[in-house]
């Protein structure tokens, strides 16, 4: 029987060593894809050198480059890193790509068709560069994009008519650009289009009526180009969505700043008014999409049937007025036709509320029809898919429930995300971990904010309960936390974005170390008392159980997780972020935490945070804003021995009250006690600092 054994094993080991070669290969294949993109984005070699040539993609080390769970390069986000080489075709290697994010470069060349190849890619983000040449048509062939961005760029041609076939695409982004030509109407044939921006390029022609009938579409920008003719009223359902000025030849009625149409200004029915693919004869059109049809004609004298046409314009009146009164006629019997088939098929309710025979129905009842068709088949989705274009549709909104509720008025687009940061520029890097990246930034209402990046992979795998932490973030709302403003979750990018209120005046521990020898303001006693004052408070108001709100433990309480508003009002961050981290990311989070001595002593026996963690941490961090250190210094020993101007900072050069100094030590001793038992709780100590008159 063994003899039969051996040859079974010996299969298997080769089929073993087969796949392994084939891995491996595919890895280096990968690899070499990158080291030749790398070549290409970064002739210098002066901003890619962590792309190393035999080095593995997947290992982290690679800046820029994430993979996806069965090791194969996913997203590639070079975003604002100085890069001014060219956007290389050997990127069509990486087959399982799914986001590319070269934007706020300084690429030029052009735009590589072979990028096509890339079929499971849904974002590709070339914008605010200096590419050159066409938009490849090529570009309508993926068949999973959804973010199309090449705005601010030097491109040149016309926007393809293929764009159209792109059936998942929500926002496409060519502003700012040299584009000429008409706008194709097939991109009206893009069911999922939330944004359009064409502004500022030199397009002429009509504006395409199709793109009325485009049931999610609330941004339509076509502002600086040479449009004319008459604009479709059912534009004014977008409301300020609709931007269309600086085109002189438009016209309309009920627009603001645009004339009423004369008569010469009206287009007659176009062919493709009636479906993507046919005229109401059903003979296909042969002029080019969305070209203005001349009320006039130029070319006249077509010989029924020959396929021959004169130049010669010599007919008499009597015969322009008879082919006119036919063709009247002949358009009412049609219509009267279509009218009654839509009605007939209405009737047996046969076939789509979407179909191209019904375009003569209101924008309005057209987009109402395509929601109920599409909310059944979109239930299963993913609560984190796309939630960046908060203008369209947003599985979250179609989620419903519970679950969601409050969550709606919090919600960031990607767009906003990355113009408030200048598209993750270097610049406005305020600081870097090992999970998450935090960006200074400013919305387009002029506030500045602070927005904490993390990669999804650090989140809560269970989507449902990174909801809960969701709201419990929200829910947070008091004077002595950082308040959040939003959040914008990018499956394609692979990261949550946190949007915070910035504060100016950064972390608690920046002004405990040095102080005035670091040339930083030296925090006096009444600012010491009021930051003591108010980290006591936010700790209370996150302990308490209140009706919009669950009790909730800080568990990382330290001088960095206090940051400094204009007045120097404490505040603290990350309050409920652990909510929405995966354990292993909280776990790594705690080591900082322990050594700086913030650590409660019975979380090394039981494993677990309680109200009094905070308290023990909350304890040692009043002891480091006395003595003016921002890490671990021995300052219960010194606390405990009585002599109080051991343990003060020396940069306050005595300038404190000596007896509101001894009570503030003798309520951090408590809260430091070994046994969580003898500690207060935090209700406790702001009765007992507000009692001594401490509060400011």
């Known amino acids: 029987m063994g003899f039969h054994v051996l040859p079974e094993m010996m299969l298997l080991f080769l089929l073993l060593l087969l796949l392994l070669r084939f891995s491996l290969t595919h890895g280096n294949e990968e690899a070499e894809t990158l080291m030749a993109m790398k070549s290409a984005l970064d002739p210098d070699n002066r901003l890619l050198g962590s792309w190393t040539k035999g080095g593995d993609p997947c290992s982290g080390e690679f800046q820029g480059v994430a993979c996806n769970e069965n090791g194969k390069v996913a997203n ?282 019904d375009s003569r129905l209101s924008s309005d009842q057209v987009a109402k029809d395509f929601s109920i068709t599409t909310t059944n088949n979109r239930k299963s989705a993913s609560p984190l898919i796309s939630l960046e274009y908060a203008n369209g549709w947003d599985p979250l909104a179609e989620q419903g429930g519970s679950s969601l509720e409050g969550l709606q008025s919090f919600r960031f687009n990607l767009e906003e995300v990355e113009s408030a940061t200048q598209y993750f520029s270097d610049v406005n890097l305020l600081g870097k971990s090992s999970f998450a990246a935090v960006y200074r930034g400013m919305l387009r209402d002029g506030s500045v904010v602070a927005l904490k990046s993390i990669n999804k992979t650090s989140c809560k795998t269970e989507e449902v309960e990174f909801l809960k932490g969701l709201k419990i973030l929200t829910s947070l709302r008091h004077e002595n936390l950082v308040g959040l403003r939003g959040f914008c979750c990018s499956k394609g990018r692979g990261e949550c974005f946190l949007v915070y209120d910035f504060m100016p005046n950064g972390t608690l521990a920046r002004y405990l170390d040095g102080g005035a020898t670091s040339g930083r303001r030296v925090l006096d006693w009444p600012t010491r008392v009021k930051i003591i004052n108010g980290i006591a408070k936010g700790i209370e108001y996150l302990h308490g159980d209140m009706s919009n709100k669950p009790a909730l433990v800080h568990q990382n309480i330290s001088a960095e997780k206090v940051l400094l508003d204009h007045h120097f009002n404490p505040r603290l961050s990350d309050s409920g972020q652990h909510k929405l981290l995966a354990d292993d990311v909280v776990f790594s989070t705690l080591k900082g935490c322990a050594a700086m001595g913030y650590l409660a002593p019975e979380y090394t026996t039981v494993g677990r945070f309680t109200d009094k963690s905070d308290v023990y941490a909350f304890g040692v961090l009043v002891l480091h804003v006395l003595a003016g250190k921002a890490t671990s210094f021995g300052g219960c020993h010194l606390a405990e021995s009585g002599n109080l101007g051991d343990l003060m900072d020396p940069n306050l050069k005595g300038n404190y009250s000596k007896e509101e100094a001894t009570h503030v030590v003798s309520i951090a001793l408590r809260c430091t006690s070994e046994a969580p038992s003898q500690r207060p709780t935090m209700s406790m100590v702001v009765q007992e600092l507000t009692h001594q008159n401490l509060t400011l």
């Open 76 to 357: 590639i986000s070079l975003q604002g890193k100085g890069l001014s080489g060219s956007v290389p075709a050997a990127i069509s290697g990486l087959k399982s790509l799914t986001g590319l994010y070269l934007h706020y470069n300084s690429l030029t060349g052009p735009i590589p068709k072979e990028l096509s190849n890339l079929t499971l890619l849904t974002d590709l983000y070339l914008n605010v560069n200096s590419l050159s040449g066409s938009i490849p048509p090529d570009l309508g062939s993926l068949p999973n994009l959804q973010a199309l961005e090449l705005c601010c760029n030097q491109l040149t041609g016309s926007i393809p008519k293929e764009l159209g076939s792109l059936k998942k695409l929500n926002v496409l982004a060519l502003q700012h650009n040299h584009l000429r030509g008409a706008i194709p109407a097939s991109l009206g044939e893009i069911s999922q289009l939330t944004r359009l921006d064409l502004s500022f390029n030199l397009l002429f022609g009509s504006i395409p009526g199709r793109l009325t009938a485009l049931p999610l579409l609330n941004v339509l920008d076509v502002r600086n180009n040479t449009l004319s003719g008459n604009v479709p009223t059912a534009f004014k359902r977008l409301n300020d969505g609709f931007q269309y000025g600086n085109n002189s030849d438009l016209c309309g009625a009920d627009f603001l700043g645009l004339q009423g149409c004369k008569s010469s200004d009206l287009q007659p029915i176009r062919p493709d008014a009636f479906g993507p693919d046919s005229t109401p004869n059903g003979v296909q059109p042969t002029k080019p999409e969305s070209v203005n049809v001349q009320t006039t004609p130029t070319i006249t004298g077509c010989e029924q049937g020959s396929g021959h046409c004169s130049s010669r314009s010599s007919k008499s009146p009597e015969i322009a007025i008879v082919m006119a009164v036919v063709a009247v006629t002949a358009g009412m019997i049609l219509g009267g036709l279509l009218l009654f088939s839509w009605y007939r098929r209405r009737k047996q309710k046969i076939g789509s509320a979407f179909e191209p025979s």
